[in-house]
């Protein structure tokens, strides 16, 4: 079993900076991409930027040069550094591993989740 927990959201005003980590723990055998989604009330959930195993990252167009993704494979977290926060960055911000788990010689690979955690920007 793998969870995955989120943590560092909280309330920024417009231009501040918030640092957003996410540790996988559980049967993990590897870990392989990771990535923040994020999602406002109303809306889909999009995605905001991936990181392989290499450090290989991707971002969306609406966070590239503000925001940094970023890992620490010996912890199992993927950070999520936001800077020059707006309010439209506001939204919950989940989550996600792809993960190899190992059972015996059973090998499962799945998508995880975390919870979200929520980011508001606001004056």
């Known amino acids: 079993q793998v969870q995955l927990v989120e943590s560092g959201g909280g309330l920024v005003q417009p231009g501040g900076s918030l640092r957003l980590s996410c540790a996988a723990s559980?049967?993990?055998?590897?870990?392989?991409?990771m990535g923040w989604y994020r999602q406002a009330p109303g809306k889909q959930r999009d995605l905001v930027a991936t990181?392989?195993?290499?450090?290989?990252?991707n971002y969306a167009d609406f966070v590239q040069g503000r925001f940094t993704i970023s890992r620490d494979n010996a912890k199992n977290t993927v950070y999520l550094q936001m800077n020059s926060l707006k309010p439209e960055d506001t939204a919950v911000y989940y989550c996600?591993?792809?993960?190899?788990?190992?059972?015996?010689?059973?090998?499962?690979?799945?998508?995880?989740w975390g919870k979200g955690t929520l980011v508001t920007v606001s004056s």
């Open positions: 996600n591993a792809d993960v190899v788990t190992r059972n015996n010689t059973v090998y499962r690979h799945m998508l995880y």
């Open positions: 559980g049967s993990i055998f590897s870990l392989n991409a």
């Open positions: 990181i392989t195993h290499a450090a290989i990252t």
